[in-house]
């Protein structure tokens, strides 16, 4: 029987752990061979573009794709998700909340595997939806006691703060300027739509790990060469889609001053084959494009806790 699930659905059972256990589960998939995935498509029209992340993750028993359509009247998400071995459908999911937690996990999960263990502060630059999805999860990853943010509007970022203070339990507070995200932070993210750099690179402390998840076309950019060029280690989700997307990376690699071997996959560190972070001066960096493959091993989770508490909607197919 195949399933839809609506956004409602989703809210019910989607957490930020689940979320975390799904995309990591996905990352250590990838890196053991056990995972397919296939970089964002897109078709463009004058008013509406649609975009397609498609993989598969056999070990889990599921292969599928993410469809969405953005357009200035919203962007609208679905999940598709296969049984792995019989094709047959298992269940279309709204994905808008879905999404926005799976983007916030894999930072999450990068900041699991390449902050310092001991970080409690940190300065996350935007306050809009994505951003949330990205506090609550290093929230629930990481031993985070403060939470700075800065946004460009003063009345969306107090509320923005109030909410977020209330989900997660941490203090989260606006921040002055984006010298005050930055200075004294354990943890920086960057989820905005910035076209160019947002911070200095001077402003890093040794041992800061930031996670930058705006910038996934060439004319977007988060990151300054500075700043790129002062961290020791930069993972990526997979390298074939950031040299796709990464609009932090690109002019770097076009200039000589990055070397594809200098990417490395999240997965990767996760199952060992790259050390990591390897002391506490190190500055990290993880680029985070977004992988069909997370968001069918979240799908997945979401499904069997909708199913055993009975929610969905029988679709009528073979």
Request: charged share 20%.
């Amino acid at each position: 029987m195949a399933v839809f699930l609506t956004e409602s659905d989703v809210r019910q059972v989607l957490t930020a752990e689940m979320a975390l256990a799904g995309v990591e589960s996905a990352h250590r998939d990838l890196a053991l061979g056990q995972a397919l995935d296939t970089p964002r498509q897109r078709s463009r029209l004058p008013q509406t573009v649609l975009h397609i992340l498609q993989g598969a993750l056999p070990a889990q028993g599921v292969i599928g794709y993410k469809a969405y359509t953005s357009n200035r009247s919203g962007n609208r998400f679905l999940v598709n998700l296969f049984d792995a071995a019989s094709g047959r459908l298992k269940a279309v999911i709204e994905a808008n909340y879905l999404g926005m937690m799976r983007t916030g996990a894999a930072s999450g999960v990068a900041a699991r595997w390449l902050a310092r263990p001991d970080s409690t502060v940190a300065g996350v630059f935007g306050s809009g939806w994505q951003a949330e999805g990205h506090v609550r999860a290093i929230c629930a990853a990481m031993p985070i006691e403060l939470v700075k943010v800065f946004g460009r509007n003063p009345e969306k970022l107090a509320g923005f703060c109030a909410r977020l203070s209330e989900l997660t339990g941490r203090r989260v507070v606006a921040a002055s300027n984006a010298e005050d995200v930055v200075r004294d932070a354990d943890l920086v993210g960057t989820v905005t739509s910035a076209a160019s750099p947002l911070f200095d690179a001077d402003w890093l402390k040794p041992g800061v790990h930031v996670n930058a998840a705006g910038s996934n076309a060439l004319i977007r950019q988060e990151l300054s060469e500075g700043a790129i060029r002062r961290c020791d280690v930069i993972a990526v989700d997979a390298v074939a889609t950031a040299l796709a997307e990464a609009g932090d990376l690109l002019p770097l690699l076009e200039k000589g001053r990055l070397q594809v071997r200098q990417l490395v996959e999240l997965g990767e560190i996760i199952i060992g084959r790259h050390p990591g972070r390897i002391n506490a001066e190190q500055i990290t960096l993880f680029e985070s494009q977004g992988l069909a493959i997370q968001d069918l091993a979240v799908g997945l989770r979401v499904l069997e806790a909708a199913l055993a508490r009975g929610l969905g909607q029988e679709i009528p197919l073979q």
